[in-house]
């Protein structure tokens, strides 16, 4: 188990983090979510040993973590991190890069190791090419199998899909998924697109003005946000004034035959993104809504709103 006892970190008297505590048991595969500026990252260094807390502890297993202003090599090797920064050894080829990272097994082993992350981040036919002549997404796919071949017990990324196409970014989180279930790999994902976490997070954190907001199942945080800023982290929503208050709802909470709320509104235009529609309309009091299909809806003038149950486990 990861936990964090009350960490907080301030730079020039602004506080990036305050009286944060929270634990992450093996195997569980978590994501933290937040806007840009949030200190999302500085809490993953801090949660990696990478960076030292101006308060609060850190422990591992039982034992206290030491930051890197007691420790001379910052890190464990229990606890791997791909940053934004992707601390590569640029003049040494892709495949040495990897090789570093796995001296301490059998010849053999290291080959087959070096040839699996190489191919699953689809890096194979540049394994002999210098670091500082990949482009900016392929060093991240390096620093990303540089952190796989140590089989590590905590992974931790920052931003690991934003350099990816989306036929990549799948790949590798089957693989995360993957490596979850066959070695219980405890991985922790950061990110200012929650989006794309869902699906492969079972546990989801809001950090906001340097706090854990909200702790809770993504199906929870996607279909009862608690914000506006909250719900857009994590796609589309709707926004509307029922009764004097507030209704957030996502395109696919609604009805076309029943509900306890109808809405008024007149169709604008669609957007067809190939697997659904998106149908764009507008209110009586002129608010813009969007509805989920997979049809267009240009014949509709009303609908009901259907919000999606709580998740329970």
Avoid: W
């Avoid at 634990?23 to 960076?51: C, D, N, P, Q, R």
């Avoid at 509104?265 to 299909?293: A, C, M």
């Amino acid at each position: 188990m990861l936990e964090l006892q009350h960490v907080s970190l301030q730079f020039d008297k602004k506080k990036i983090l305050d009286d944060i505590s929270l634990s992450i048991s093996e195997g569980e595969i978590v994501g933290i979510i937040g806007k840009s500026g949030m200190g999302k990252t500085s809490l993953l260094k801090i949660m990696s040993a990478h960076l030292t807390a101006n308060s609060g502890e850190v422990f591992y297993a039982g034992n206290l973590l030491v930051g890197p202003n007691e420790k001379l090599i910052p890190g464990y090797e229990d606890l791997q991190v791909v940053n934004q920064d992707f601390a590569l050894d640029l003049y040494h080829s892709v495949e040495e890069n990897v090789r570093e990272k796995v001296l301490h097994l059998p010849k053999k082993e290291q080959l087959v190791l070096i040839d699996e992350v190489l191919s699953l981040v689809e890096l194979d036919e540049l394994r002999l090419q210098k670091a500082h002549l990949l482009s900016g997404g392929e060093q991240q796919r390096l620093a990303l199998a540089r952190a796989l071949a140590c089989e590590p017990t905590f992974i931790f990324l920052d931003e690991p899909f934003v350099h990816l196409d989306q036929a990549l970014r799948f790949r590798i989180m089957n693989y995360l998924i993957r490596l979850n279930e066959v070695r219980n790999t405890s991985i922790v994902l950061i990110s200012h697109d929650g989006s794309e976490l869902m699906g492969l997070v079972s546990r989801l954190m809001h950090l906001q003005n340097g706090k854990i907001v909200r702790d809770d199942h993504p199906h929870n945080l996607f279909y009862q946000p608690t914000s506006v800023e909250q719900a857009e982290l994590l796609g589309t929503i709707n926004e509307i004034e029922i009764e004097g208050g507030q209704l957030l709802f996502r395109p696919n909470e609604y009805s076309l035959e029943s509900g306890s709320i109808k809405v008024n509104v007149k169709f604008k235009r669609s957007l067809n993104t190939g697997l659904i529609v998106l149908n764009y309309f507008v209110t009586q009091d002129g608010t813009n809504i969007v509805l989920s299909s997979k049809d267009v809806l240009s014949s509709i003038n009303y609908f009901y709103i259907q919000k999606k149950d709580e998740y329970k486990s």
